[in-house]
């Protein structure tokens, strides 16, 4: 059992090393090496890297601090695409709001697909990302410096302060802090007297620090250039402030500690580094970049410098509890004692670790046991459940189903484990499923959808698949659960309406036919009483019997054929397959056209231009009832109303992006608007010896069988039936 747990946590490791392996990440950073905040950022990341060998880190630096222009970030781009164009990384880090803003900018052109972690990012704005297309590939920390805490704790720290110098420069960030300062001042200056200052060349600043009072204090934002354009390193400005200064000065990134500033809440370039390089390895080890939320609320913490508290005389306690010293000094004494606390911490959180381990020995035994009587009650609820339900791995193999499906299919439960979709479906159905399956397992969704089976016993079923895909306790995907619902009932007792439906429009289908053979047994009888005369004046010949035969059978092929077009409407489809709605027309006026005609009915049918033909994906027997349906209501809403004017019925075809469009149009006067919303209700009708089945099953035709649309609008004293069918003919 040891060895067994051994391996299994080898292979576990290894699995979980594969994950990152042979990953290339390229950090790209705003500003120039030799920036700290940049040199801090880049340490966290490359400590957290360090364990995972196989991780290769790029780091390059695009110097904006120095240079910024829409001409020089063009240069580099194209210095990029060139540097870069046969490297492959699987991860972009950027820091700082000019590499991300430049990464929104050539993202497409530069690094098309990969995703993007940023750092560093001041007055994020996601509305950025939405607006570039780049919210599905990015992700990151924001940096965000706490003014308003930073305040506080100054004037808790000094209440005796008579004035708050701010000492700020005109960069970027500059800008950017000061556009949030407007606010914090304004809540402030009641309690205390506020100098904001960033124009100034560097001897009229140093004046005026020099010269402050000695309540006074200061909180150094930037100062990387002066007014007069003169540039400074991080620690140059700071230093210049410093040299003469003897007030405290409190600042708001970490990178100045150590160089001057007695503390505060900073922002921590490592821990801005050590998030992103979080985030990084979870992308690396193939979470998705959209899984993982943007960190908003940036990792500050209270840093302070031992030295300068010392100097001052700033105590820390009553004002804050959880805070960062540097540069503390340590005794004998106290290393003596935080080996002690030390050694007590580890006993007493050994004795913790015993007790708790004991405990959760015992919770697992219960556990074990909840979950075993858990699994037995799932198995028997799923026996019980009387739809077929199965669920197989990502590979498409069967692992487990319920009874009904191993009795649906005459096999045991046990049988059904490590078979495929191609074990119990026919050939066309499991690879269309398999086509399904991988589609869902890829977009994580579910799907629904229709089949029908042949089973040995020559029965048909239809069944509605309902798949989803399910995860492990990992949170990865296993696999696809199916549920089977068998609607044999539902489809046979829809057919059987929709026959009746068919067997309702036998009477104007009969009065059709009459109307087909009508000149056919006119043009026989005159044929025979031809035929009669020239017997009896014994004037017969070879050639008239001849004729007589030809003539004779045209007519009863053309009578035999109305017989067959009738035959074939009230045969059901079985199978959907394309067909042309032209030619669905020309059948129907087949059995129609006549009848129209002896009821002085003008029948027009519009094709849209450019398009020869217009092919649907469908039930085509069902279709054109839909059709015969539309077109004897109009036919016999015209005859009862007994119209002075034009008896017309006109129908438009044509096609949009997405349908192929039918327009029924009459001009047998409007629907009442009371019941327009109601005539495709099964059973509604206006007719005295109506069924109210006709359009009721034309809804269902259309919409459940063909998944298209049917509506009915008023226009004037015209009515229009619109058939919409989606255009995905079957190739």
């Known amino acids: 059992m040891k060895k067994f747990l051994l391996l299994y946590f080898l292979f576990f490791c290894t699995i979980c090393f594969a994950e990152v392996a042979n990953k290339e990440v390229l950090l790209l950073h705003s500003y120039h090496k030799g920036y700290k905040w940049s040199d801090d950022i880049s340490k966290a990341i490359e400590d957290k890297f360090a364990s995972h060998k196989n991780i290769e880190l790029t780091t390059m630096y695009m110097d904006t601090k120095r240079i910024l222009d829409p001409i020089y970030l063009n240069k580099l781009a194209n210095l990029y695409k060139e540097q870069l164009s046969n490297r492959h990384f699987d991860l972009i880090i950027v820091s700082d709001n000019n590499a991300l803003e430049f990464m929104i900018r050539y993202h497409e052109y530069l690094f098309k697909d990969i995703p993007v972690l940023f750092c560093g990012i001041n007055n994020f704005d996601k509305a950025q990302l939405e607006e570039n297309s780049m919210n599905e590939f990015t992700s990151g920390v924001v940096e965000q410096v706490d003014l308003e805490k930073n305040f506080k704790l100054i004037h808790d720290l000094h209440p005796k302060m008579k004035n708050l110098i701010i000492i700020n420069d005109q960069s970027k960030t500059g800008y950017a802090i000061k556009r949030d300062l407007r606010p914090i001042i304004e809540k402030y200056k009641f309690i205390f007297n506020i100098k904001y200052i960033d124009k100034m060349d560097i001897k009229d600043l140093k004046n005026e620090v020099q010269n402050l009072d000695k309540d006074d204090v200061l909180l150094f934002v930037l100062l990387f250039k002066d007014k007069t354009g003169k540039n400074f390193t991080y620690k140059e400005g700071l230093k210049q402030i410093k040299s003469i200064s003897k007030n405290p000065i409190y600042g708001l990134w970490d990178f100045y500690l150590n160089y001057g500033i007695v503390g505060g809440l900073v922002t921590s370039a490592s821990a801005q580094g050590d998030s992103v390089a979080n985030m990084a390895l979870q992308v690396l080890k193939g979470k998705s970049i959209k899984k993982i939320p943007i960190l908003e609320k940036s990792p500050n913490r209270y840093i302070f410098d031992y030295n300068e508290l010392k100097r001052f005389d700033i105590s820390l306690d009553d004002v804050i509890d959880n805070y960062e010293i540097i540069n503390e000094p340590t005794s004998i004494y106290r290393q003596n004692t935080k080996f002690v606390i030390i050694i007590i911490i580890i006993i007493f959180t050994l004795s913790i670790m ?342 009721y099953m034309a809804k269902v035709i259309i919409e459940d069988k063909m998944q298209g649309q049917i509506f009915v609008r008023n226009d004037e004293n015209n009515v229009i039936f619109t058939i919409k069918i989606p255009i995905n003919k079957k190739v």
């Open 354 to 695: 015993v007790v708790t381990m004991r405990a959760n020995i015992q919770r697992r035994k219960k556990l074990e046991n909840e979950l075993s009587n858990q699994l037995k009650f799932e198995k028997v609820l799923l026996d019980t459940i009387p739809n077929a339900i199965y669920y197989k791995n990502r590979d498409g193999k069967f692992i487990g189903c319920n009874l009904a499906f191993a009795k649906l299919f005459n096999v045991t439960k046990k049988e059904v484990i490590g078979k495929t979709a191609f074990d119990f479906f026919p050939k066309d159905i499991a690879s269309k499923n398999v086509a399904i399956d991988e589609n869902i397992l890829k977009n994580q969704i579910t799907n629904t959808s229709e089949i029908a089976l042949h089973f040995s016993n020559l029965q048909m079923k239809y069944f509605i698949l309902n798949k989803a895909a399910y995860e492990n306790i990992n949170g990865e995907i296993g696999g696809i659960v199916c549920i089977m619902d068998d609607i044999t009932d539902r489809v046979q007792q829809k057919q059987f309406i929709i026959q009746q439906s068919k067997l309702a429009e036998m009477g104007d289908m009969v009065a059709a036919i009459a109307h087909q053979w009508n000149e056919p047994l006119v043009e026989l009888s005159a044929l025979v009483q031809d035929i009669q005369t020239s017997h009896m004046l014994e004037e017969l010949q070879t050639q008239d019997v001849e004729n007589f035969v030809k003539s004779s059978m045209v007519q009863i092929q053309y009578m035999s054929q109305t017989l067959s077009d009738f035959r074939n409407f009230l045969k059901p489809s079985t199978k959907k397959i394309n067909f042309s709605i032209k030619q669905s027309f020309n059948d129907i006026l087949e059995i129609v056209g006549k009848q129209l005609f002896y009821c002085n009915i003008k029948l027009e049918i519009n094709y849209q231009e450019n398009f020869d033909d217009f092919i649907i994906y469908g039930y085509k027997n069902e279709f054109k009832q839909v059709l015969l349906n539309l077109i004897n209501n109009a036919k016999n809403k015209i005859v009862e109303n007994n119209l002075e004017s034009i008896s017309k019925i006109t129908i438009n075809v044509y096609k949009n992006s997405s349908y192929n469009i039918i327009e029924i149009v009459d001009n047998a006067g409007e629907i009442d608007e009371k019941i327009i919303h109601s005539i495709f209700d099964p059973y509604f009708t206006t007719k005295k010896e109506g069924t109210g089945i006709g359009l």
